[in-house]
T-cell receptor, first 115, second 119 residues
Framework: DTGVSQDPRHKITKRGQNVTFRCDPI?????LYWYRQTLGQGPEFLTY????????KSRLLSDRFSAERPKGSFSTLEIQRTEQGDSAMYLC?????????????FGPGTRLTVL | AQSVTQLDSQVPVFEEAPVELRCNYS??????LFWYVQYPNQGLQLLLK??????LVKGINGFEAEFNKSQTSFHLRKPSVHISDTAEYFC?????????????????FGQGTILTVHP
C-alpha cells in the first residue's frame, strides 16, 4: 500500500494557461475525491467519483474545471484559462466503499500558483 | 447542512505540556467525526475517527478525542506534546449523501487550528 500520490507537487503557471493534475489513489479504492484548499482554510469538496463515474460536482467547480477518471483508477483535474483566484492546494483523496464508512485518505496535494 | 467550527485558530504551547484543540459541529443528521493533521506543504494525515461505540477514541502519535453528542463537540487532546506535533489540525464531519444512485460519506472541514509547540 503506497498511499495516494499526486503529480506534480508544485505548479507555477501564467494566467490564461491550462494546467492538468494527476491523482493515483490507493490501488483497491474505488472512490476518489478532489478538494481545493486555500490559505488559512480547510479543504473544500470539489467532486466525487465512484469507479469511472463522476457522481457529484460542487458549485465551486466552474466550467473551466473538468475532472476525469477514465478507467476507474487514476484521475486528472484540468483547469482551463487559469485565473489568479485558482491559486490553491488541490488535494485528492480515495476511499473504499463500505470500509470504515468511507474513511478518506489524502494525497500530498498539488500546489498551484497562478501569476 | 452541516458545519464545523474550530474554536481556536492558533494554539501555542510549551513542549511536554498538555493541549486541547476544540471542535464543535452542527448537523441535523447523524455524523461521523474525524481529525486530520497537516504538516507544512503536505497533504492531510488521518489522526483518528469516531464512527460508533466508545465516545473516547485513540489515534496515532498519542492523540485522543472525545465525542460529546449533547454538546456536539469532538475535542482533540494530548497529555504531553512534542516539538514534532507542530502542525495544522483539521476537524471534519462526514454525512451520508446520495449521488448517482450511491451514498457516500461527504466530508466538511473546519478552518483548522495551528498548533505551535515551543521548546
Amino acid at each position: 500500500d503506497t498511499g495516494v500520490s499526486q503529480d506534480p507537487r508544485h505548479k507555477i503557471t501564467k494566467r490564461g494557461q491550462n494546467v492538468t493534475f494527476r491523482c493515483d489513489p490507493i490501488s483497491e479504492h474505488n472512490r476518489l475525491y478532489w478538494y481545493r484548499q486555500t490559505l488559512g482554510q480547510g479543504p473544500e469538496f470539489l467532486t466525487y467519483f465512484q469507479n469511472e463515474a463522476q457522481l457529484e460536482k460542487s458549485r465551486l467547480l466552474s466550467d473551466r474545471f473538468s475532472a476525469e477518471r477514465p478507467k476507474g483508477s487514476f484521475s486528472t483535474l484540468e483547469i482551463q484559462r487559469t485565473e489568479q483566484g485558482d491559486s490553491a492546494m488541490y488535494l485528492c483523496a480515495s476511499s473504499l466503499t463500505g470500509a470504515n464508512t468511507d474513511t478518506q485518505y489524502f494525497g500530498p496535494g498539488t500546489r498551484l500558483t497562478v501569476l | 447542512a452541516q458545519s464545523v467550527t474550530q474554536l481556536d485558530s492558533q494554539v501555542p504551547v510549551f513542549e511536554e505540556a498538555p493541549v486541547e484543540l476544540r471542535c464543535n459541529y452542527s448537523s441535523s443528521v447523524s455524523v461521523y467525526l474525524f481529525w486530520y493533521v497537516q504538516y507544512p506543504n503536505q497533504g492531510l494525515q488521518l489522526l483518528l475517527k469516531y464512527l460508533s461505540g466508545s465516545t473516547l477514541v485513540k489515534g496515532i502519535n498519542g492523540f485522543e478525542a472525545e465525542f460529546n453528542k449533547s454538546q456536539t463537540s469532538f475535542h482533540l487532546r494530548k497529555p504531553s506534546v512534542h516539538i514534532s506535533d507542530t502542525a495544522e489540525y483539521f476537524c471534519a464531519v462526514s454525512v451520508r449523501v446520495h449521488a448517482g444512485g450511491t451514498s457516500y460519506g461527504k466530508l466538511t472541514f473546519g478552518q483548522g487550528t495551528i498548533l505551535t509547540v515551543h521548546p
